[in-house]
């Protein structure tokens, strides 16, 4: 708390406040959480970028933004600097590099010894924007912002999901990815420990859950076929007894990949369906995983899904539609794209072209 105080203090010293943009590009550390939870409190956004970016990509994601300060690591040290004569607002006193200084650069820590009052002015403007890679295109900046109630969609996706006080959360998604974050955070409501990874390595990543006694940990379902891929008797030699649940969303996950996981992990899969722009909308736990192969599961209470043709009439069970979303966190909608945004909207419902339907056993 003192800490993200003392980034608040630190910003508004620097002109930062109500409604201000910060870029946040790192890798996996505790200093995102505290940054994201700085900007809220300022009634300011986070934007979260990939530390990946190529200086193309960093350009335009901090010019589209507006962004009025960044955080970046010793590690992008050079995408920055060859980045900065082409930003059009940023200017280089409010680039903080965090970790390992580098020349010509504030340091996170000094944000930290500013003198003078906290700024706590969360409120309607609090946000995060979060930059979605779709098919075509540019990215565009999804903005969820963080109304009072939204705090009840965020416990009913507790309610519906095995989370619990003494866990231990391994993160080791990127933070800049919806998925890593809102894990992390529904662990923190609960009062559980998190345990960051700044990279996937699929040893490290079943070494730290044997290390640190893992009960729950979030993947896509990619990584987890990496861990797959070494087989079920390299797997056996790390201690998972302890794991509880892998909780996976970001991408569709296949009926043999979840079979051989439970087969060997036991049944602690929970598939989630959602995307940036809508939250999490639906969780399949493992009996409907085996039962209903490749399913998303069943709707998290909260959340209305229906199911479109290409007319906007809802189709009938079993047959296939566009998924349109309605729940508590769905974001306000795309930073400065307002076509975007309506065409992604019908009737107060959100899509971003998923097609789905519903079997036999009421799953999607």
């Given at each position: ?294 399913t998303i599961g069943r709707l998290i209470p909260g959340t209305d899904l229906r199911l479109l043709d290409d007319e906007g009439r809802e189709v009938r069970d079993g047959e296939v539609g566009e998924l349109f979303v309605r729940g508590p966190l769905m974001v306000e909608g795309y930073h400065n794209d307002d076509v975007s945004t309506r065409a992604s909207q019908r009737d107060g419902f959100f899509s971003v072209e998923d097609l789905g ?8």
């Amino acid at each position: 708390d003192e800490q993200i105080d003392g980034i608040g203090r630190g910003l508004c010293a620097r002109g930062l406040g109500r409604g201000s943009r910060a870029v946040i590009m790192l890798e996996n550390c505790p200093e995102m959480i505290a940054l994201q939870a700085a900007m809220s409190r300022m009634g300011a956004a986070g934007v979260t970028i990939s530390y990946r970016s190529t200086v193309a990509e960093l350009t335009y994601l901090v010019n589209h933004s507006g962004a009025d300060a960044m955080f970046f690591s010793a590690a992008t040290e050079s995408v920055v600097r060859e980045a900065l004569s082409s930003f059009d607002r940023l200017r280089a006193d409010r680039l903080f590099c965090v970790g390992d200084g580098v020349d010509g650069f504030a340091g996170y820590e000094d944000l930290l010894r500013e003198p003078g009052s906290a700024a706590q002015e969360e409120g309607d403007d609090a946000a995060v924007i979060i930059y979605t890679s779709g098919t075509t295109g540019k990215p565009k900046g999804a903005v969820r912002k963080f109304p009072r109630d939204a705090m009840e969609g965020t416990l009913q996706i507790i309610a519906s999901s095995p989370l619990r006080t003494d866990d231990v959360h391994l993160a080791v998604l990127p933070f800049y990815h919806s998925t890593a974050y809102a894990f992390t955070s529904f662990s923190h409501v609960v009062g559980a420990t998190v345990v960051i990874l700044d990279h996937f390595d699929p040893d490290a990543f079943l070494s730290a859950v044997q290390e640190h006694r893992v009960t729950q940990t979030a993947l896509v379902p990619t990584l987890l076929h990496r861990v797959m891929q070494l087989g079920a008797e390299r797997i056996w030699r790390y201690d998972t007894g302890t794991l509880r649940a892998i909780l996976l969303a970001g991408a569709p996950l296949g009926a043999e990949l979840a079979r051989s996981a439970m087969d060997v992990f036991g049944d602690v899969l929970y598939n989630y369906y959602g995307a940036t722009e809508t939250g999490l909308n639906t969780v399949a736990g493992p009996h409907d995983l085996r039962a209903s192969p490749g399913t998303i599961g069943r709707l998290i209470p909260g959340t209305d899904l229906r199911l479109l043709d290409d007319e906007g009439r809802e189709v009938r069970d079993g047959e296939v539609g566009e998924l349109f979303v309605r729940g508590p966190l769905m974001v306000e909608g795309y930073h400065n794209d307002d076509v975007s945004t309506r065409a992604s909207q019908r009737d107060g419902f959100f899509s971003v072209e998923d097609l789905g339907w519903v079997d036999g056993r009421g799953c999607y």
